[in-house]
């Protein structure tokens, strides 16, 4: 069974960054696509990126584009989110997703997270001056 721990979540300024990591074990990470969803309050989870397992091409939200960077390490099991440029938007629960392949449909985002079978618990971004 594949279990997945996000961290690096935190407290951060306006304009600054953060890493967020999705650590994979039970199962090679290698044979999943891995997603980023977030969740603000009182919002739909959303779609943040995803990187596929079988080409590693990436995809990501209109909203992050540019900012976000995704990318993963198989050796070490771990799929990453690099965020510059944070922006109070960008508050929220931020959870990692696995499956075979990304659900994207317009090459962007994510997907619809019914599609992802294995879930992490989520880490808490907070963009606050």
């Known amino acids: 069974q594949l279990q997945l721990v996000e961290s690096g979540g935190g407290l951060v300024q306006p304009g600054g960054s953060l890493r967020l990591s999705c650590a994979a074990s039970g199962f090679p990470l290698d044979y999943y696509a891995i997603a980023w969803f977030r969740q603000a309050p009182g919002k739909e989870r959303e779609g943040v990126s995803c990187i596929e397992n079988s080409d590693g091409s990436t995809y990501y939200a209109d909203s992050v584009k540019g900012r976000f960077t995704i990318s993963r390490d198989n050796a070490n099991e771990t799929v990453y989110l690099q965020m510059n440029s944070l922006r109070p938007e960008d508050t929220a629960v931020y959870y990692c997703?696995?499956?075979?392949?990304?659900?994207?449909?317009?090459?962007?985002?994510?997907?619809?997270?019914?599609?992802?079978?294995?879930w992490g618990q989520g880490t808490q971004v907070t963009v606050s001056s």
């Open positions: 997703a696995a499956d075979l392949i990304c659900y994207v449909e317009t090459k962007q985002g994510a997907g619809a997270e019914t599609k992802y079978s294995n």
